[in-house]
C-alpha cells in the first residue's frame, strides 16, 4: 500500500497545521499508521503513530502539541500540528506499521514523498 502526505506549508512560530495521509486501499483501516519527519542532514524520525484500535503514541518533543487521528472512512490520517516551533520544520512523511518498534523506521512500508512543513521564527 502507497501512502500520500499533504497539507504542508510555511507558518510562523506558534502557528497550526493539520497534515493528512491518504491511502488506496481499502484496508487501511487494519493497520498501525505512523508519522515521521525528516530535517535537512538529520535521520527521520518518530513523530507519532495511531494504532487500528485509536490507542495513540507521541515523540517528547511533540506530546501536548500535536494530534494524531485517524478516519477510516475516508482512509486517511490526520496530524493536528499546534504551537509549531522552527525546530518542527522537516518533510514528514506517513507510513503503515509492519510490527516491531514504533521508533524504527525500518518496521514500516508505504513511504510517500512526504509534504514540507517550514516554521518560521
Known amino acids: 500500500v502507497q501512502l500520500q502526505a499533504s497539507g504542508g506549508g510555511l507558518v510562523q512560530a506558534g502557528g497550526s497545521l493539520r497534515l493528512s495521509c491518504a491511502a488506496s486501499?481499502?484496508?487501511?483501516?487494519?493497520?498501525?499508521i505512523g508519522w515521521f519527519r525528516q530535517a535537512p542532514e538529520k535521520e527521520r524520525e518518530f513523530v507519532a503513530v495511531?494504532?487500528?484500535?485509536?490507542?495513540?503514541y507521541y515523540a517528547d518533543s511533540v506530546k501536548g502539541r500535536f494530534t494524531i487521528s485517524r478516519d477510516n472512512a475516508k482512509n486517511t490520517v490526520y496530524l493536528q500540528m499546534n504551537s509549531l516551533k522552527p525546530e518542527d520544520t522537516a518533510v514528514y512523511y506517513c507510513?503503515?506499521?509492519?510490527?516491531?518498534?514504533?521508533?524504527?523506521?525500518?518496521?514500516?512500508?508505504?513511504w510517500g514523498q512526504g509534504t514540507q512543513v517550514t516554521v518560521s521564527s
Open positions: 495511531i494504532t487500528l484500535n485509536d490507542i495513540r
Open positions: 486501499r481499502r484496508t487501511f483501516s487494519n493497520y498501525d
Open positions: 507510513a503503515v506499521f509492519m510490527g516491531g518498534r514504533y521508533y524504527d523506521t525500518n518496521n514500516f512500508v508505504g
